[in-house]
């Protein structure tokens, strides 16, 4: 049977169409990068932080995308997963997005206790997991990864940023040199006391409570016949809601008092309970960026800082910006403005290879990010391979509603005060 000339006519159009549409499909393929993005969106993750730190990622990605994509030519697609606040959901939801949403990076992670389960699976598949948020040093230590990066800070270092305050201000502050400090460590059972001896400190007493443990004024009365004079506190809310109480209660009198982050963040409920009792304690952890002066960073950074923190407040409707936030958008600004655009003008495309190379190539001095500090990983074969080796949390002083950054001295906005104002009812 014959076939018109018309009929041919048509029939190569209609193919010609057909090859159009699916080279046009494959171009917009080819020009966008994939990411998947894990944060706890429901449970109890998600207020403690989670969602905060999700909406400072997606902001870093609006921000790149805006502006062409990676290296101005790649737009971004993140690929959204909740991992509900559950570790086995966390790595279910990994799985998927490699096997079924064949992504080859995956970015977020709030909770430490996903984070050191994921990195292992995430590692086998040899594909990139970038952590923002999760601090546990568990991660990373002596685990020789290869394809996990986390430009965060890790949870040993709030020990090191607790002895390097002591050590830097005992004499001047106190009097005495650092290793006659009297020093109580509550609720923590970390590497502390290590970094405790390391600075020549002492500790008096090293004591465990439960967080749901309905009477603290054991605790308190030890704390009394050690006679700590600074203080380090781990805990949670209600427990230090519970024991500043029973402190305070109990005549219980210290020259300084430090949170490690967690509940001691919570500086509203803190607040609401104690009002100014509780001025000028302490608390360890990442910056929030708005918090440092943006002449002491790198140009620009200041100006990004105040686009953030617009941002945040218009897509939450919150007055405040919380620190995860800052989490969030910091380090999923490095992966895209730092790592991906090397990993593919460099090595050839967005790889795992491509971006493993890339983030090992990342040197940006103190300074250099809008939390502070700088970004350089430790290359593999080493004890931390993977992590950053310039990140830093600081020491920050709240009076009022103001917050100052007063550890490290390069990056401080104001001098601390130490030892607490005889004002203090907690004073010594």
Not at 184 to 205: F, N, R, S, T
Request: proline content about 6%; aromatic content about 8%; overall charge neutral.
């Amino acid at each position: 049977m014959s076939t018109s000339r018309r009929t041919l006519l048509k029939n190569s159009a209609a193919a010609a169409a057909a090859l159009s549409l699916d080279w046009t499909r494959a171009r917009a393929e080819a020009e966008t990068v994939r990411i998947g993005v894990i944060y706890d969106l429901t449970g109890p993750f998600a207020a403690g932080g989670s969602v905060a730190s999700s909406v400072g990622a997606q902001i870093a990605i609006d921000l790149v995308n805006e502006k062409g994509g990676i290296g101005g030519k790649y737009k971004i697609v993140p690929v959204a997963a909740d991992s509900q606040s559950k570790p086995d959901v966390a790595i279910n939801e990994a799985e998927r997005l490699i096997s079924q949403e064949k992504v080859e990076i995956i970015s977020g992670i709030y909770a430490s206790a996903h984070a050191v389960p994921l990195s292992a699976r995430v590692e086998e598949h040899k594909k990139i997991l970038w952590i923002t948020t999760a601090v546990a040093t568990a991660v990373f230590k002596d685990k020789n990864l290869h394809y996990v990066f986390r430009a965060q800070i890790h949870s040993d270092q709030y020990g090191q940023a607790f002895a390097g305050f002591l050590t830097e201000h005992a004499k001047a502050r106190l009097g005495v040199d650092p290793k006659d400090v009297k020093v109580a460590l509550i609720h923590e059972d970390g590497p502390y006391d290590a970094y405790l001896k390391q600075a020549g400190l002492q500790a008096v007493l090293k004591e465990g409570y439960s967080a749901s443990a309905p009477d603290l004024s054991v605790l308190v009365t030890k704390l009394k016949r050690s006679r700590a004079e600074v203080i380090s506190h781990a805990g949670y809310n209600p427990d230090i809601t519970l024991f500043l109480r029973q402190a305070r209660e109990n005549g219980l009198h210290f020259k300084m008092l430090f949170g490690n982050g967690a509940g001691y963040s919570q500086l509203d409920k803190l607040r609401t309970a104690f009002g100014a009792d509780i001025d000028n304690f302490c608390n360890i952890d990442p910056v929030p960026a708005q918090l440092l002066d943006p002449a002491k960073l790198a140009p620009g950074l200041g100006d990004l800082i105040k686009t953030m923190v617009e941002r945040y407040k218009t897509k939450t409707g919150a007055t405040e910006v919380p620190p995860h936030c800052s989490m969030g958008f910091n380090q999923t600004w490095v992966l895209l403005n730092n790592v991906l655009p090397v990993a593919k003008e460099k090595y050839g495309g967005f790889d795992p290879e491509a971006v493993r190379k890339a983030a090992l190539d990342v040197d940006i001095p103190p300074g250099g990010t809008i939390q502070g500090y700088g970004v350089k990983f430790f290359p593999p074969d080493t004890p931390m391979s993977g992590q950053n080796e310039r990140s830093t949390p600081v020491v920050m002083q709240n009076a009022g509603e103001h917050i100052s950054v007063v550890w490290p001295d390069n990056i401080s906005t104001q001098e601390a005060v130490f030892p607490l104002p005889k004002s203090s009812v907690y004073a010594a």
